[in-house]
Antibody, heavy 120, light 107 residues
Framework: EVQLVESGGGLVQPGRSLRLSCAAS????????MHWVRQAPGKGLEWVSG????????GYVDSVKGRFTISRDNAKNSLYLQMNSLRNEDTALYYC?????????????WGQGTMVTVSS | IQLTQSPSFLSASVGDRVTITCRAS??????LAWYQQKPGKAPKLLIY???TLQTGVPSRFSGSGSGTEFTLTVSSLQPEDFATYYC??????????FGQGTRLEIK
């Protein structure tokens, strides 16, 4: 059974940093692309960042470019999101999602999310 | 690429056939997926590659379309289908976008 468990969320002041982690199990982690998707309270889904199976391809939504960095450690079956210079508008539930393929396509499995609240 | 779903809100009854449309600002080939999300839960993949039913999803769900216009159809609504639905496109790592969502409620 595929399991994705996010951690690292919390309350942080604007301008500070957080690092999210996603521990994956139940599948061959290094064969699939992975993504971070967020959902602000009461709002829709927004793709934040994605990384291909071998880290050769990486992308970000425009609003986080230069502030967030996605990475993966295939030896540890883990996905990360380093979030710097956080803003109030980054407040959201952050989901880790497994792609159906190795490059990028659709999001087959999702974690339960970790909440990030940016507020002074 | 922007995705626009219509309608944004839909009221229907159990047994109804409903269709949700997703229009893209430019062609997205066939990398178009549909998700269902219930309150307090993570989204669930229903359809990928525009028309491929994800394993375990009931056959009353179907997807169609290509290029810039896609549809999700539920042939006979069941009580558990009342939720919010999102379309999503993957245009390489240049950008992935979701539609704004369609909230399907019981009439």
């Amino acid at each position: 059974e595929v399991q994705l468990v996010e951690s690292g969320g919390g309350l942080v002041q604007p301008g500070r940093s957080l690092r999210l982690s996603c521990a994956a199990s139940g599948f061959t982690f290094d064969a699939y692309a992975m993504h971070w998707v967020r959902q602000a309270p009461g709002k829709g889904l927004e793709w934040v960042s994605g990384i291909s199976y071998n880290s050769a391809n990486i992308g970000y939504v425009d609003s986080v470019k230069g502030r967030f960095t996605i990475s993966r450690d295939n030896a540890k079956n883990s996905l990360y999101l380093q979030m710097n210079s956080l803003r109030n508008e980054d407040t959201a539930l952050y989901y880790c999602a497994k792609d159906i393929g190795s490059y990028g396509d659709a999001f087959e499995n999702w974690g339960q999310g970790t909440m990030v609240t940016v507020s002074s | 690429i922007q995705l626009t779903q219509s309608p944004s809100f839909l009221s229907a009854s159990v047994g109804d056939r409903v269709t949700i449309t997703c229009r893209a600002s430019q062609g997205v080939s066939f990398y178009l997926a549909w998700y269902q999300q219930k309150p307090g839960k993570a989204p669930k993949l229903l359809i990928y590659a525009a028309s491929t039913l994800q394993t375990g999803v009931p056959s009353r769900f179907s997807g169609s379309g290509s290029g810039t216009e896609f549809t999700l159809t539920v042939s006979s609504l069941q009580p558990e289908d009342f939720a919010t639905y999102y379309c999503q496109q993957f245009n390489s790592y240049l950008g992935v976008t979701f539609g704004q969502g369609t909230r399907l409620e019981i009439k």
